[in-house]
């Protein structure tokens, strides 16, 4: 049997809290795949091995569970950096919006954190990921910025690139936040290597990458084939 | 005991690369760490289950010989990018350089392929990721690339930050690639969507990232800390 609902207070959202707390830093060390129930109730010092199924039925409710408490969280920052790039027009203030809440969010967690390394192993996992991708859809702020996204680079970048950087862009941020959660861990942090550092590296590298140009030979394809190799 | 010399031709060396199919497709799907060496021998047709460890030693010298053995074929095809762009101040030639080999050379592997995705897993284990990165910097074509690179953005870039970009970039070129071999191994690609899209893509996205302005917030923190949060 399994308790679906979800107390907000009491030992009920205690158990839980501490249930979610281990796995995601068993799961950021290990990795989803190799880490059992047993292993999350002893480390939540629970001392029933079944208190993860009874609380959250199966490991995939228990990962969605996390990443939307993240999500949650990162979101209220992020509808603040909406609300200030609200009516402009420049790519960098919508890139803003896109990049710098989670490392923000992630600052607030202290060192050491696990959150931002658990979210790689999800994003590994496809399917995993896609659970969370949809979750992550259903958020304002976000939908606002991706559409506010879009309409700046509509004239200079072809939808299908577009879609590419989007993509490639979901994965530099969250390996940035990774690795930079990683080595903050880890103590061998230099100067300038904060959560702050994250974000404005992710800023300024965002920028060059989504607004950069489309060389010739990739809108000569998307027209019609060509089998021409030289350079634009 | 292990057999640790390495025969080009003969049984030893049919074993050998039918262990090495076998793993780089499983720990493509599974992840380094939930794949075991009877799984491999079987996937081999190796009727004796120690096989691996008679041929390989480690899971790690097996994982180093897979990746040897992609990255000579990809040095092959860097070392021709490296001539051409001999003498060159273009950056987007050493990008180049640095960005093509790989999709081309798994363009040649056919599809469905594994090579990217179990690269994918290889990043991902920072022991693993390690021993490869060592490796694949013995590669001349690969550190010349990397040298003039870092020549063409020395005036316009700070060195930390073209390092932290170096990171961004080898994420990038992985998770790209890997997510490109995903969808041609699933058949749902559509048109445009090839290994030489995917070139095409990490050019011009990389070279956008790679010389980004950095933001004057990041300059002011690097010459002393700034803790004013205005933006530039």
């Known amino acids: 049997m399994v308790n679906r609902t979800q107390p907000r207070t009491g030992r009920g959202a205690d158990t839980r809290q501490a249930i979610m707390t281990a796995a995601e830093r068993l799961y950021a060390e290990h990795g989803l795949s190799n880490v059992s129930n047993r292993q999350i109730s002893e480390a939540a010092d629970q001392g029933n091995n079944t208190a993860v199924s009874y609380h959250f039925g199966s490991k995939a409710t228990l990962v969605r569970e996390i990443m939307a408490q993240h999500?949650?969280?990162?979101?209220?920052?992020?509808?603040?950096y909406v609300d200030e790039a609200e009516g402009s027009t420049d790519v960098r203030d919508w890139i803003r919006c896109?990049?710098?809440p989670a490392p923000e969010y992630f600052a607030t967690l202290g060192v050491?954190?696990?959150?931002a390394r658990f979210a790689v192993q999800v994003m590994t996992d496809p399917l995993m990921r896609a659970l969370v991708t949809d979750e992550s859809l259903t958020r304002d702020s976000l939908r606002r910025?991706?559409?506010?996204?879009?309409?700046?680079?509509?004239?200079?970048v072809p939808?299908?690139?577009r879609r590419e950087r989007g993509e490639m862009a979901r994965h530099l941020i969250t390996h940035t936040c990774a690795e930079r959660e990683r080595v903050l861990a880890e103590g061998t942090a230099?100067?300038?290597?904060?959560?702050?550092?994250?974000?404005?590296?992710?800023?300024?590298?965002?920028v060059g990458l989504l607004t950069a140009p489309t060389s010739r030979r990739r809108k000569?394809?998307?027209?019609?084939?060509?089998?021409?190799?030289e350079p634009a």
Chains 1, 2 share one sequence.
């Open 112 to 115: 050491p954190s696990w959150q």
């Open 220 to 229: 000569i394809t998307e027209s019609h084939p060509e089998p021409s190799k």
């Open 71 to 80: 999500g949650t969280r990162i979101d209220v920052i992020r509808r603040r």
């Open 190 to 206: 230099g100067p300038g290597v904060s959560w702050e550092g994250a974000a404005d590296a992710l800023e300024d590298a965002l």
């Open 159 to 161: 939808e299908r690139v």
């Open 98 to 100: 896109l990049v710098r």
């Open 145 to 156: 910025t991706l559409e506010e996204l879009h309409r700046c680079l509509r004239d200079t």
